[in-house]
């Protein structure tokens, strides 16, 4: 409390010193203040709470982030989070309210207020009616609620509750609409996702059941169901259709997979046939077998093809050949005039060549794209093109990313590829054969044998902060990972952020390594070990040591060569979703593993593909994976059986 000044009207003197020591009483015993700390969470980037805090002397204020209340007098304070309201979404805090006391030159912290969603979401789908006709559905809730719809709508900032929503008949033209179910309730809890309350209407009296069978409990179906007047329904489990008109209905029941497992329609296709008040059934059963896959011939007459690439979502392919051109694919046919021609550029002798290309993050916006080529020289070079995005020729100039000295014809790598974190990542080999007689795998002093990240958003490249050798006297700034062959192809799993590298080994043994994307600093063992094996030394290779061993490798009298793939996330055989797929090149076979928990398991031989001598895999803009030769390119397809 502010102190009061003492009066200096004339008074006598005993007055006068009375009055003084009162005075210095109450400086010494005025009311201290205290702090009173508050805090917040839950709330989505970008939305500010709002709290009101209130107390003693009509003390009152309103915070929006975590603050410190200071200067308080004593006494208790009340704490109450208002709810907030982000576009469509309202947020409440808990405790709905408390009561903190704050003490003389106390601090005081209040509970943590934790917000979350108080809201909830309905979608009314309304179907079966002519275009132009509306439906009058009304829809009633809680606290009075009360809203009449005319055609499918969502209604957002509902309260939690039971809504009753009931449809009134529809006239149009010379018949009378009726829903199915007249009136239905639905419980809404507080959510971010919108439940939905279908209301569909017919304007006959049949009615068509439609069983489905024979799958797993958490596998869908896949089955369209039309009939007359444009009736068009997809359902992916049994289902009861009602006042459907007298007529001819179609079922077309599609192929569906779980994991590694096919499922297929017994019939795919039928027919049932109502006539006014009928009651049909028409059973659909799925029959399980294990997933087969096979190759389809996609494209011939290529030279020295080395692999396939496309930018998410484009239906054209582009296929890179080791001469030193990249060849545009169109519905199936090569387009006269190369996408890109360098081969004037590229050295193409023994191993060396243009290998692999990369699509920027944002191609669809500045239309940058990057090859993996070695030069004249026989330096391994990464080079970016400007392009047109969507453009059939490339016409642009090229700006060198990095060029690294190699000098030798083996183990030059040849793959490149942008990361889940948007930084470029490519993986020279180590640079000679055999047994990496410069040590170059081991030695980071040189970029070979390594996996390399950079980040090219800017031109000169610019090493990101977070790369392991920065700070390393003697190690090159720009390595991520050591200990590597010839890491021929590499790839990521955006889903799982896993980066799998597929290292082609010396005399003995052949590796799959998969690590997360963000660990970095790992030493994969070259020459140290070969696989999961020693070479150099044969014995104790590993002691005192911290080395990454390959979660698969397998030995020369099964094959000669890995060729490193990709993780399956295309959707035309959902039953391969997130199977890692391997081949090698002498035998031709092509494998697959799951990654769990850091082991491969599911581990699966696919006897209806052999493609001898294929060099790489490649994957489209829709995710789906292709098999490649030198002279030919196939898809990989399921088995129709």
Request: proline content about 7%; charged content about 15%; hydrophobic content about 40%.
């Amino acid at each position: 409390m502010p102190i009061r000044p003492c009066p200096l009207a004339l008074m006598s003197l005993f007055m006068t010193l009375a009055t003084a020591t009162a005075c210095r009483e109450s400086s010494t015993t005025a009311p201290s203040t205290g702090q009173l700390s508050v805090s917040m969470a839950g709330l989505p980037a970008g939305v500010k709470p709002m709290v009101t805090v209130s107390g003693p002397s009509s003390f009152r204020a309103t915070v929006d982030s975590a603050s410190t209340l200071m200067a308080l007098p004593a006494g208790d304070f009340t704490i109450v989070p208002n709810d907030v309201t982000a576009g469509t979404v309202r947020y409440g805090g808990t405790p709905a309210t408390q009561t903190v006391t704050v003490a003389r030159d106390g601090v005081a912290t209040a509970t943590q207020i934790l917000y979350g969603v108080t809201s909830t979401r309905l979608t009314v789908s309304v179907i079966g009616l002519p275009a132009g006709a509306p439906a009058n559905v009304t829809i009633t809730g809680p606290r009075g609620y009360s809203r009449t719809v005319s055609g499918s709508t969502q209604i957002d900032l509902l309260e939690p509750g039971t809504y009753t929503l009931t449809a009134a008949d529809v006239a149009a033209g010379t018949s009378i609409y009726r829903a199915v179910t007249g009136t239905q309730q639905i419980g809404l809890s507080a959510s971010l996702q919108s439940a939905v309350a279908n209301v569909e209407y017919g304007a006959g009296l049949g009615t068509l059941r439609v069983n489905v069978t024979g799958l797993p409990f958490d596998v869908p179906a896949l089955v369209d169901v039309t009939g007359p007047n444009g009736f068009a329904r997809r359902i992916t489990s049994s289902a009861v259709f009602g006042r459907l008109e007298a007529g001819t209905y179609t079922l077309a029941a599609a192929v569906v997979g779980s994991v590694l497992t096919t499922h297929t329609p017994t019939p795919a296709r039928r027919t049932v046939v109502l006539t006014g008040s009928d009651t049909a059934t028409a059973p659909v059963a799925y029959d399980s077998a294990p997933l087969q896959l096979s190759l389809q011939p996609f494209l011939g007459g290529l030279t020295q093809a080395v692999f396939l690439s496309a930018p998410p979502g484009d239906d054209r392919q582009f296929v890179v050949e080791r001469g030193g051109r990249i060849k545009l694919v169109m519905n199936g046919a090569v387009q006269t005039t190369p996408f890109l021609d360098i081969s004037s550029r590229v050295n193409n002798q023994g191993e060396r060549g243009m290998l692999g290309m990369a699509w920027d993050p944002l191609y669809a916006a500045n239309g940058w794209f990057y090859v993996f080529y070695v030069a004249l020289n026989g330096n391994v070079v990464v080079e970016r093109f400007g392009s047109t995005p969507g453009a059939n020729v490339s016409g642009g100039a090229g700006t060198v990313v990095i060029s690294i000295p190699h000098g030798g014809s083996e183990h030059h790598g040849g793959m490149v590829e942008f990361g889940p974190d948007g930084m470029l990542y490519l993986a020279p080999g180590d640079g000679a054969c055999c047994g990496d007689p410069k040590n170059n795998a081991q030695n980071l002093g040189t970029l070979l044998g390594k996996v390399l990240r950079i980040d090219v958003r800017t031109l000169p490249y610019r090493i990101p902060a977070d790369n392991p050798f920065i700070a390393q006297g003697g190690a090159l700034p720009e390595i991520w990972a050591f200990g590597l062959r010839s890491p021929w192809r590499f790839s990521f799993d955006r889903p799982t952020g896993t980066l799998y590298i597929g290292d082609v080994g010396q005399d003995a043994r052949e590796e799959v390594n998969a690590v997360a994307a963000q660990t970095s600093g790992i030493n994969y063992g070259w020459p140290y070990t070969e696989g999961t094996a020693c070479y150099n030394p044969a014995v104790n290779c590993t002691v005192g040591r911290t080395l990454t061993l390959p979660v698969l490798d397998y030995s020369h009298a099964d094959g000669c060569s890995v060729i490193g793939g990709y993780v399956y996330r295309g959707s035309a055989i959902p039953e391969l979703a997130g199977h890692y797929l391997y081949a090698d090149f002498c035998r031709g076979w092509v494998r697959s593993f799951q990654l769990n928990n850091g082991r491969a398991t599911e581990l699966r031989s696919w006897n209806g593909i052999s493609l001898p001598f294929s060099n790489s895999f490649g994957r489209d803009g829709a995710g789906e994976l292709y098999l490649i030769s030198s002279s030919r390119i196939s898809r990989i397809v399921r088995t129709v059986r």
